[in-house]
């Protein structure tokens, strides 16, 4: 069986601008892969090689074993970030108009399509404009023209954009349903905790560059952080004698916490009986790395400098912009 997607050594460049370089990815027939980084990484430009929009300056790439999209497009489902939609055709019959380029037809194919607005809670827009609808709701009839003609390779770009908390939930539930009937699902976000709540493997970009590919699960293991996260039952408990325990290495205020962080021979379980011992908890737990602590230390190093703290609030400054659209 064919990896579902093979790019080798993926070159693009805008005039002197290289948006991505030297990109090696497989992604096998069934996963689930995280494309991750922040804005103008290069993700968008890959995704749109992957699928013939865009062609590479240089290198390899095959999708679904041929060597371009263009090739299988009727087993691939598509999510763009940016709207797509035709703005004056009513909702019901731009869906049946893609399906059908998908290679549906069919007396059944109308119900098909109340079905699925009825799903994501758009039946009663299905005689409205495209244009009619709101931002959300426009991303999820996009969602729609994607998944149903039951893609072998579902392809995602920013696909929470523009979606309330309860119907990005909805959609994940919906991705992973297409995960469980069999899609191979390739997805991008600068938002990492998505990636973290759907993915099972995650490919970070950054500059145009892969700066990781690795499962998720062995993620926590690769890059310990070596602290534990503590906070006193008491808020004026005095945790200076915390830098004093044998295997701390430092402590430093979060919020209400704090973290402590651990010498690199110290055992996590012996520090942590011995700050229980030493002060009352009301949370204790030896922490575990986000994938922002990890793209971080990748790229700014491991620790609390200006770059590393620069890093992050790029990052939040984009999650917040994602937010307020």
């Not at 371009?68 to 009727?74: F, G, H, I, Q, T």
């Not at 691939?76 to 004056?88: S, V, W």
């Not at 007396?107 to 299905?126: E, I, K, N, S």
């Not at 609808?133 to 696909?159: C, N, T, W, Y």
């Amino acid at each position: 069986m064919p990896d579902a997607v093979v790019l080798k050594n993926l070159t693009k460049t805008f005039g002197e601008t290289v948006a991505v370089r030297g990109l090696d990815l497989v992604v096998p027939q069934g996963a689930l892969y995280g494309v991750i980084g922040p804005n103008g990484a290069g993700k968008t430009t890959t995704i749109r090689m992957i699928l013939s929009i865009l062609f590479p300056d240089s290198g390899e790439l095959q999708v679904l074993g041929h060597r371009s999209a263009l090739e299988a497009k009727d087993r691939i489902g598509y999510l763009p970030e940016e709207r797509g939609l035709y703005k004056k055709m009513r909702v019901a019959e731009f869906l049946l108009y893609l399906a059908r380029l998908k290679g549906m037809d069919g007396a059944g194919l109308p119900r098909q399509v109340d079905a699925w607005l009825d799903r994501v809670g758009l039946l009663g827009a299905a005689r409205k404009r495209c244009e009619e609808l709101s931002k959300g709701m426009q991303q999820k009839a996009q969602f729609i023209a994607a998944v149903i003609h039951r893609p072998d390779l579902l392809i995602l770009d920013e696909p929470f954009s523009g979606l309330d908390p309860v119907n990005q939930r909805l959609l994940r539930d919906l991705v992973l349903e297409e995960h469980r009937r069999g899609a191979t699902i390739l997805f991008s976000t600068h938002i990492m905790v998505q990636a973290e709540q759907l993915c099972d493997h995650v490919v970070m970009i950054h500059r145009g560059e892969k700066v990781l590919d690795q499962p998720l699960s062995t993620i926590g293991s690769s890059f310990d952080p070596r602290s534990i996260l503590f906070e006193p039952l008491d808020p004026a408990a005095d945790v200076s004698v915390l830098h004093h325990l044998p295997g701390v290495r430092g402590v430093a205020r979060e919020g209400s916490a704090w973290d402590v962080a651990l010498s690199e021979t110290a055992e996590a379980g012996e520090v942590l009986k011995a700050i229980v011992t030493t002060i009352t908890p009301a949370r204790i737990e030896v922490r575990r790395p986000t994938l922002e602590d990890v793209f971080v230390g990748i790229v700014a190093g491991t620790g609390a400098g200006a770059g590393s703290a620069a890093l992050r609030q790029a990052l939040r400054d984009e999650d917040a912009q994602e937010v307020g659209r």
